[in-house]
């Protein structure tokens, strides 16, 4: 089991800049995958970025060039560098883990933090 426990999230505005944080708990050594996907209010929750063993990205176009994903293994932390924030940026943003033991697979979602771009 992994425990995920976001923070960060609240009221920006347009242009400026937000870290989240998501700190993982529990068997956090099977941990191979880790990223941040967003959903609003009746749509589905897309991927935002992800990051897997050997530190390799990848990033929704939608925010290539604004978003840095990282990772602490030290601390166990995941974080999501937030830059020239946009309305459409809005969401509840989750952090999300995959764990592999052996041939198997488990996934953990956080319990979300709400990101608000506006004026």
């Known amino acids: 089991q992994v425990q995920l426990v976001e923070s960060g999230g609240g009221l920006v505005q347009p242009g400026g800049s937000q870290r989240l944080s998501c700190a993982a708990s529990?068997?956090?050594?099977?941990?191979?995958?880790m990223g941040w996907y967003r959903q609003v209010p009746g749509k589905e929750r897309e991927l935002v970025a992800r990051?897997?063993?050997?530190?390799?990205?990848n990033y929704a176009d939608s925010v290539k060039g604004r978003f840095t994903i990282s990772r602490d293994n030290a601390k166990n932390t995941l974080y999501l560098q937030m830059n020239s924030l946009k309305p459409e940026d809005t969401a509840v943003y989750y952090c999300h883990v995959q764990t592999k033991n052996g041939i198997y697979l488990n996934y953990y979602w956080g319990q979300g933090t709400q990101v608000t771009v506006s004026s």
């Open positions: 990051i897997i063993s050997g530190g390799r990205t």
């Open positions: 529990g068997s956090s050594a099977s941990i191979n995958a």
